[in-house]
Structure formats: structure tokens, C-alpha cells
């Protein structure tokens, strides 16, 4: 998976938190590819329990999407992290998927326009 995000035309930006050179959190986007989605996706964002507020999390969102429209997947059973995002001035779409290679993961569609 990592050498597909970092290689080719639409590599991933990838970002990184560490705390004194041990890594904590990381963030990731890009750009959709059929045309039909937002401008940008959020394919992942990750920090450590340990570093939960202490504003990681939204510096790695910053550095990953700035302001500019987008679309991303999250956990349907994710409070914590839909409301996150739902100050970050994203929305249900309405659309939900389920990840078979995950346990059957529920996962639920938010997108943020352009601002």
C-alpha cells in the first residue's frame, strides 16, 4: 500500500507528527481520480491516543488538505473522528459503504466544499 500512495502521477502527500523522533501521527491525501469526486481525499489520518489535544490532529488535517474542497471515508462507529471533521466543515453526503477486507468495516461518506 505505501508504494503505491508514494510512487506514480498522483502520489500521496504525506504528512508527519513526531515527538522527539518518535512518530505519533500521520495524515494523507489525494487527488480523486475519476473527476466526479471532490477536488482532493483524505485517504487516512492517524495520531496516537497518547496525543490526542494536543492539536496534532489538526495540523495534520492543515498540512494535508489546506482549505481546499474534499472528500473522505470514516468509520460510521467514529464519533470522535466525524466530529472532527464536522469542524473542519465537513458533511454526511448520505453515502455508506462497507470494507469486506476489514470485518466487514461500516464506513459513511463526509465532503467539505470549496470555502
Not at 98 to 114: F, H, K, N, Q, Y
Request: charged share 25%.
Amino acid at each position: 500500500m505505501w508504494r503505491h500512495l508514494l510512487a506514480g502521477p498522483h502520489a500521496a502527500r504525506q504528512f508527519v507528527a513526531d515527538d522527539g523522533g518518535k512518530l505519533v501521527g500521520f495524515a494523507g491525501s489525494l487527488p480523486a481520480e475519476d473527476g466526479v469526486r471532490e477536488q482532493t481525499e483524505l485517504w487516512g489520518i492517524y495520531v496516537l491516543a497518547s496525543h490526542h489535544g494536543r492539536g496534532l490532529g489538526q495540523a495534520l488535517l492543515d498540512a494535508a488538505l489546506g482549505n481546499e474542497p474534499a472528500g473522505l471515508w470514516v468509520a460510521e462507529e467514529n464519533p470522535r473522528a466525524q466530529a472532527f471533521y464536522r469542524r473542519n466543515g465537513f458533511a454526511f453526503t448520505g453515502a455508506r459503504d462497507t470494507i469486506d477486507d476489514w470485518e466487514g468495516l461500516a464506513e459513511v461518506r463526509m465532503a467539505r466544499p470549496a470555502a
